[in-house]
C-alpha cells in the first residue's frame, strides 16, 4: 500500500472504548465496533492498525483479546495483514454478506431458519413448534373491513373489468383520494405526484432504484423498520445510524452526521417510528426540513404506521409540508390500519421526480392489481371508523402487554407509544439476540433490537407486538418470563465461572 494512514493505538483506542461496556465477548464487541467504524469511514480504507500489543495496552484488555478481534475480521473480509507488514483496512472493502439472501432482517419475521420458506400461510400446516409469535407487527381484518372486502357487486367491478387492467400509476380514485389527504395536512399534491405501489416495501425500493447506487451513504434512524434496512442492504448502501429518543430521531447530531457523511439520503419515519412508537417533534420536522433544503440531501419519510392512532391528536405536518426547497418523497401504506394481504402503498413524490417515479415502477411490474386497489379507496372513505375500531382492539392489548411485563419481567423498561403496533422494551442487563434465542426455545418469538438497528445496537432492546390476540399475549409472556428467569441464572452460571 502506498502512502497508508496510519492509527495510533490511543486514538482507535477511543473510537473503540463504547464496546468495553457492551454484553457479550468482548472481542465480539470490539470487532463489531471496528467494522461499523471501518463500514462508514470513520476508519478508512488503507489505515494501517497500531499493533495488537499497542491497542491492548491503550484499551486496558489482553493482547490475546485483540488478536482474536483481528482475526475475526480478518475472517470477514474487513481486514487484511502480511506477517511483518503489519494489519491494515483494504482498499476493497466488503459490503454486507448475507450469502446472496435479500431479506436479512424481514428474513427473520417471515421466512424459515434457512430462508427457503414462508413461516405461515392460511391454509398451511405450520407451526408445528407451538411457538407464540410476537414479532410480525400487522393485524388481521376488523368486522369493518371485512365486510367492506365482501361488498363488491357485478356493477362495482365493471368499470374495472371492462379496462384492460393495465395501469401502472394506480387507479385514478385511490390516487386522488391519497393526494386530497395530503394536501390536508398541509402538502399540497395531485393525483400525478402520487404513485401506487406494493406496499411501503416497494416504495422504498422504488426510491432507491433512481437515486441509490452500491457505495452510497444513507443515513438512518436507529432503531428502524427492518425492511427498510434489507433494501438498502440490496442496492449496496452503506447506512449510518441516527439515534432516536421519545422525541423521535435526535436532530442535534443530523448536522454533524451530514458534514461528515455527505449522504445520498436520510430515511425516518416520523409518525409513530416501527419499533419504538415515538412521534417527530414539530420542531424537529422543521428542522430535518431545513437542513434537507441546504444540504440537498434527499428525504425519504415513511409514514406506514402513521394511521395507527392508539391516542387520537392532531396530526404533525410530513416533513415535506414544511419546505420548498428539501427534495422529500413521502410514503404511505393500507398494510397496517387496514390489513397487509392487500399489499397497497403509495409514494408521494416532487414534481421534478414523479415522471420518473412512474417510469420505474412500469418497468418494476406495470402496476398494482385493481382490485385491491378499489378496496383501499373505499377502505379509506371509511378510516375514521376503522381507526376508532383498531383503537378499542389495541389499547387492551397493550395495556395488557405492559401489565403482563411489569408482573413478569421486573426491571424492563418502556416508553408507551401513541401509535403504533409494538412496544420497545429495554432490558435491565444481558444482551437482547442472546435472550431471544432462549425465548425462542422456550416457544415464544421475539425481535432482538440488532434486527432493527443499523450498526447492530440497541443490544439490550427487544421489539414485542401488541397485534397479536389477548391467548397469545396472555401465552406468550408467560413464556418469555420463563425464559428471562433461565437466561438470568444462566448469565449467572457464567460469571460464577469466569471469577474462578
Avoid at 500500500?1 to 454484553?23: K, N, Q, S
Avoid at 491492548?56 to 481486514?79: E, N
Wanted: proline share 7%.
Amino acid at each position: 500500500m502506498a502512502r497508508p494512514i496510519r492509527e495510533t493505538g490511543p486514538l482507535l483506542a477511543e473510537l473503540l472504548r463504547p464496546a468495553l461496556r457492551e454484553p457479550g465477548p468482548l472481542y465480539r464487541c470490539l470487532a463489531e465496533r471496528l467494522r461499523v467504524a471501518i463500514d462508514t469511514g470513520e476508519v478508512p480504507s488503507g489505515t494501517m492498525l497500531p499493533p495488537e500489543r499497542e491497542l491492548a495496552a491503550a484499551l486496558s484488555v489482553s493482547r490475546a483479546t485483540i488478536v482474536s478481534t483481528y482475526q475475526h475480521l480478518k475472517a470477514d473480509g474487513w481486514l487484511e495483514s502480511l506477517r511483518g507488514s503489519g494489519t491494515w483496512v483494504p482498499q476493497n472493502i466488503p459490503f454486507e454478506r448475507h450469502d446472496g439472501v435479500d431479506a436479512v432482517s424481514t428474513g427473520r419475521l417471515f421466512l424459515s431458519a434457512d430462508g427457503r420458506e414462508q413461516r405461515s400461510g392460511p391454509g398451511e400446516v405450520t407451526n408445528t413448534s407451538g411457538a407464540i409469535d410476537l414479532s410480525v407487527a400487522a393485524l388481521a381484518c376488523s368486522p369493518t373491513i371485512e365486510k367492506i372486502l365482501c361488498s363488491l357487486t357485478p356493477e362495482d367491478l365493471h368499470e374495472l373489468t371492462s379496462h384492460h387492467g393495465y395501469l401502472p400509476h394506480g387507479l385514478y380514485a385511490l390516487r386522488d383520494a391519497i393526494a386530497t389527504r395530503f394536501s390536508a395536512q398541509g402538502l399540497a399534491t395531485t393525483a400525478d405526484n402520487i404513485v401506487i405501489t406494493t406496499g411501503a416495501h416497494q416504495a422504498i425500493s422504488l426510491v432507491c432504484r433512481q437515486l441509490l447506487q452500491a457505495g452510497d451513504t444513507v443515513i438512518v434512524e436507529s432503531p428502524t423498520f427492518p425492511g427498510a434496512l434489507d433494501v438498502f442492504r440490496r442496492f449496496g448502501a452503506r447506512t449510518l445510524p441516527l439515534p432516536v429518543d421519545e422525541d423521535g430521531a435526535r436532530v442535534d447530531v443530523l448536522p454533524e452526521l451530514l458534514a461528515r457523511a455527505k449522504p445520498k439520503m436520510l430515511y425516518i419515519a416520523p409518525q409513530y417510528n416501527n419499533p419504538t412508537g415515538v412521534v417527530l417533534s414539530y420542531e424537529r420536522r422543521l428542522r430535518i426540513a431545513e437542513l434537507a433544503g441546504l444540504s440537498q440531501t434527499i428525504v425519504l419519510e415513511d409514514h406506514a404506521m402513521a394511521d395507527v392512532m392508539l391516542t387520537p391528536t392532531d396530526k404533525l405536518p410530513p416533513i415535506a409540508a414544511l419546505s420548498d426547497t428539501a427534495r422529500i418523497h413521502t410514503i404511505g401504506s393500507a398494510s397496517k390500519l387496514f390489513w397487509a394481504g392487500l399489499r397497497v402503498g403509495w409514494v408521494r413524490s416532487p414534481d421534478d421526480f414523479a415522471a420518473r417515479m412512474l417510469a420505474t415502477k412500469t418497468v418494476a411490474d406495470l402496476g398494482n392489481p385493481l382490485i385491491d386497489q378499489l378496496f383501499t379507496h373505499r377502505l379509506l372513505a371509511q378510516i375514521d371508523v376503522i381507526q376508532a375500531e383498531r383503537r378499542q382492539e389495541l389499547l387492551p392489548r397493550l395495556h395488557q402487554l405492559t401489565r403482563l411485563i411489569t408482573t413478569l419481567l421486573p426491571g424492563f423498561t418502556w416508553i408507551t407509544p401513541s401509535g403504533g403496533l409494538s412496544l420497545w422494551v429495554t432490558m435491565p442487563s444481558g444482551n437482547a439476540v442472546e435472550f431471544a434465542d432462549t425465548a425462542r426455545e422456550r416457544g415464544v418469538i421475539i425481535v432482538p433490537g440488532p434486527a432493527l438497528s443499523v450498526d447492530g445496537g440497541n443490544r439490550r432492546s427487544l421489539r414485542i407486538v401488541f397485534s397479536a390476540s389477548e391467548a397469545e399475549l396472555d401465552e406468550g409472556m408467560r413464556r418469555l418470563g420463563a425464559a428471562w428467569q433461565q437466561y438470568t441464572h444462566q448469565q449467572s452460571r457464567l460469571k460464577a465461572r469466569l471469577l474462578v
